[in-house]
């Protein structure tokens, strides 16, 4: 910090209130400070600022299951985040239970093991979340809000603790334009878990964005899976036994559409020519499908960022906070290949 001091021409102090974003130095000091620190390479020393600040360094990442390829990439982008920023990462999988979730949380937070926890909550609410609550703990939630309520100061702060999801309404929206562009008006529908927020939300922007383009509500069937691949297989079979048998379907998460696909083709049925099928949370590997699967992308790269750099300003300031709710909410996107195609007759 002495050296990126001295090349700018400024104190130790201003170097320091700079990085961190304290208004205090003008924006033109503070912009010309970090491209210093940019060009020398600096980065802070999580050894000395653990001594300084009595920090771990570390940060806990609780993801929900390791398993699920967008997980898996989200939680590598997340650890050379963080470790861009001198922390290391924690890795823990909950594999979709709540009560082992809760056991991470309380042995992650036991004894200050880490700084704070980033969580892909398994449930809407744990026992574990509001003992976490109770400490005050330094927590991010992650791809799923977890449901408040209460007026005690553990309902308090796990509400004022920042979320980092992705904006799928636009992506869903397009779509329903895709499906009903191509002459559908029986759409199934593979939920994630109804107990989820993630579940509820996503389940009803796509039947709004279905019904505002004409498609009647008797005709979408409503299927609830658990994020599993069988859950997806088992999901299609309730909908092509459903008076409104779907000509196309959204699986609203990557494996439980990989588990329709299964589940289709078992049936004998043919991808687009018989059942049309788009998917969530595209994987890289989602275009060696026959046909290439249409799937909605995360912003895998942007919540990453966003959640390391709400968890290191909880921690220490050292970097500044999100500046508004969209930051912390990056738009998804549809992708669009051969899985999609016009209605049968």
Same mark, same amino acid.
């Given at each position: 910090m002495r050296d990126v001091a001295a090349a700018a021409g400024v104190s130790v102090a201003a170097v320091s209130l700079a990085l961190s974003g304290n208004p205090r130095i003008p924006t033109e000091t503070r912009d010309r400070i970090a491209a210093v620190a940019r060009e020398m390479g600096y980065r802070p020393h999580a050894g000395a600022r653990a001594l300084r600040t009595e920090l771990t360094g570390s940060l806990g990442l609780v993801i929900s299951d390791v398993a699920n390829p967008f997980f898996a990439e989200l939680a590598g982008e997340i650890q050379r985040a963080a470790a861009a920023e001198g922390f290391s990462t924690v890795l823990c999988n909950s594999d979709e239970d709540a009560r082992v979730q809760d056991e991470y949380l309380?042995? #992650? #937070? &036991? $004894?200050?093991?880490?700084?704070?926890? *980033? /969580? =892909?909550? &398994? @449930?809407?609410?744990? @026992?574990?979340?509001?003992? +976490?609550?109770?400490?005050?703990?330094?927590l991010v939630f992650l791809d799923r809000p977890v449901e408040v309520s209460g007026r005690g100061a553990a309902a308090r702060h796990l509400a004022g603790c920042p979320v980092v999801r992705s904006a799928a309404a636009d992506a869903l929206a397009q779509v329903a334009d895709l499906l009903t562009g191509l002459g559908h008006r029986r759409i199934g529908i593979i939920a994630p878990p109804m107990a989820t927020a993630v579940g509820v939300e996503r389940t009803e922007l796509m039947i709004t964005? /279905?019904?505002?383009?004409? =498609?009647?509500?008797?005709?979408?069937?409503? @299927?609830? $899976? !658990? %994020?599993?691949?069988?859950?997806?297989?088992r999901a299609v079979s309730q909908l092509l036994g459903a008076a409104a048998r779907p000509t196309a379907i959204f699986g609203a998460d990557g494996l439980m559409t990989i588990g &329709? *696909?299964?589940? #289709?083709? @078992? +049936?004998?049925?043919? *991808?687009?020519?018989?059942?049309?099928?788009?998917? %969530? !949370? !595209? +994987?890289?590997? %989602? !275009?060696? %499908?026959?046909?290439? /699967?249409?799937? =909605? +992308?995360?912003p895998i790269a942007g919540l990453a960022t966003a959640a390391v750099r709400a968890m290191i300003h909880l921690v220490d300031g050292s970097l500044p906070a999100l500046p508004d709710a969209a930051a912390a909410t990056p738009p998804c996107a549809l992708?669009?290949?051969?899985?999609?195609?016009p209605a049968p007759a």
């Open positions: 309380q042995t #992650l #937070l &036991a $004894g200050s093991r880490v700084d704070g926890v *980033i /969580l =892909v909550p &398994a @449930a809407a609410m744990t @026992a574990g979340l509001e003992a +976490a609550g109770k400490s005050k703990a330094r964005s /279905l019904t505002a383009r004409g =498609v009647a509500a008797t005709d979408i069937t409503v @299927a609830e $899976g !658990d %994020f599993r691949q069988d859950s997806g297989e &329709a *696909i299964k589940g #289709l083709r @078992a +049936a004998g049925l043919r *991808i687009p020519a018989d059942v049309s099928v788009v998917g %969530f !949370d !595209d +994987a890289p590997w %989602f !275009d060696l %499908f026959d046909p290439p /699967l249409t799937a =909605v +992308a995360q992708v669009r290949r051969a899985s999609c195609g």
